[in-house]
């Protein structure tokens, strides 16, 4: 069974400050996808890297999948109080038929 | 208007009832697939669907059915309900043809509480 670690759980921060958010695991992922989700809402999809060692940026979010496609991490600069919500990772296994999720990290940015 | 819609958004039942979810897609996706979602344990996957002839066990399919009507419907059951199916549930469909790597576009999500 596919596991993602997801660290950490929670964080508070004040508008402004930077975060990192962190996905592990032992398995190897085809595709490594960023999603958040917003209170009474469903996950909406960040981004998604393929390729080891993958940079992407939207805006102020980079995303990096690590070499061996067993970790990945979110970066946020400068985090503003829109950025609240919940982070989730979510790895695709080897055949593609479904995705594993992290347990998620809540972010709550203080203005 | 969405384009993945599920009903209803808010339930609460009894302990031993059977009750229905239902999710609706304006995608056109083929996939389809049942999640539930509890605090400190992100998405778990219930069950999933490939197209209305195929229908697969997820992690924690246990207590809970599917019916895939048509390619634009799929709908979760629990045949007995018990509290600690009190969860958010949610629907998401993907297409994972050409460039796509299997993103799911989710629905709002039902809140459902079992008493």
């Known amino acids: 069974t596919q596991l993602l670690e997801q660290s950490p759980q929670f964080l508070s921060i004040q508008e402004g400050e930077n975060l990192t958010v962190y996905c592990n695991s032992s398995s190897v992922f085809s595709s490594l996808q960023w999603y958040r989700q917003e209170p009474g809402e469903g996950p909406v999809l960040l981004v998604t890297v393929v390729t080891g060692g993958e940079v992407k940026k939207l805006k102020r979010l980079t995303f990096q999948f690590g070499d061996a496609r067993k970790d990945s991490s979110l970066h946020i600069t400068a985090a503003q109080p829109g950025d609240t919500g919940l982070y989730l990772c979510?790895?695709?296994?080897?055949?593609?038929?479904?995705?594993?999720f992290g347990a998620g990290t809540i972010l709550r940015v203080k203005s | 208007d969405a384009d993945v819609t599920q009903t209803p958004r808010n339930r609460i039942t009894k302990t031993g009832k059977r009750i229905m979810l239902e999710c609706s897609q304006t995608?056109?996706?083929?996939?389809m697939y049942w999640y539930r979602q509890d605090p400190g344990l992100g998405l778990r996957l219930i069950y999933y669907?490939?197209?209305?002839?195929?229908?697969n066990k997820g992690e924690i399919s246990d207590g809970y059915s599917v019916s895939r009507q048509a390619q634009a419907k799929f709908s979760l059951s629990l045949e007995s309900a018990i509290p600690n199916q009190t969860a958010l549930y949610f629907c998401?469909?993907?297409?994972?043809?050409?460039?796509?790597?299997?993103?799911?576009?989710f629905g709002p999500g039902t809140r459902l509480t079992v008493l």
């Open positions: 995608k056109g996706h083929d996939r």
């Open positions: 669907s490939f197209d209305v002839k195929d229908i």
């Open positions: 979510a790895g695709e296994g080897r055949y593609g038929n479904k995705l594993v």
């Open positions: 998401a469909t993907s297409d994972p043809g050409g460039s796509s790597y299997n993103e799911q576009f």
